[in-house]
């Protein structure tokens, strides 16, 4: 696809380092040989939450791994928490789930469709738009995972983005047709919605976080 895509990262003043401080680089390389560090990017649909907000259930995870959580990147291998992979809104989840689930469902026709305000805040809707945001870069469910590192993904089935988070596992299993078994995992939750997870006080929300550890533990 013919398209450049431009981005710039914006960092909430609250999570900058303060001027008389360096990043603390020790936090973020292993202490021993072998040891794991639970590296978080939060999502949040570019507007809900921060790392902060979410440390309690990425500690809780690091836990159940027995190794360290840091706020940066990971390649050893991938932890996706209801991701949303798609920014176009045509899946039949959508309808079929809004009812259930808290995230907003507004068709992408709509000024106020999510992807369009955080994406292109302002911009009429346009076939080139629609053409960007069919790119890779902006909904990686449309990438190239060959060679994709392993992988488990976890979401609530009451999603209205489940259909395209169950794409991005069939695409990742198709170009990777002679992984071994149980490298790339797909866990979808009977009733549950966007990111059960961080409602700690549920034993189902126990359950996810102890299996995430333990995929990470076995890395």
Known sequence: MNCEISAELTVPASLKWPSDMTLDVFACRPLADGEKIVLYLHGGAYKFGSAASHHVLVGQIANHASCRQHTGH?????????????????????Q??????????????????????????????????????AHPLVSPVYANFAEFPPTLIQAGEKEIIINKTSQLYKNIAAHNPNAKCGRY???????????????LD?????YVIAKAGEFIKAL
């Open 74 to 94: 990971c390649t050893r291998g991938l932890l996706l928490l209801s991701p949303w992979v798609d920014l176009m809104t045509k899946r039949p989840s959508i």
């Open 202 to 206: 549920l034993p189902d929300a126990q």
């Open 185 to 199: 995992i797909y866990e979808c939750y009977a009733d549950m919605i966007h990111v059960f997870h961080q409602f």
């Open 96 to 133: 079929c789930n809004a009812k259930y689930d808290f995230l907003c469902a507004l068709p992408l026709e709509s000024p106020l469709n999510p992807a369009r305000t955080f994406y292109a805040p302002g911009c009429p809707l346009s076939p080139e738009m629609i053409t960007e945001m």
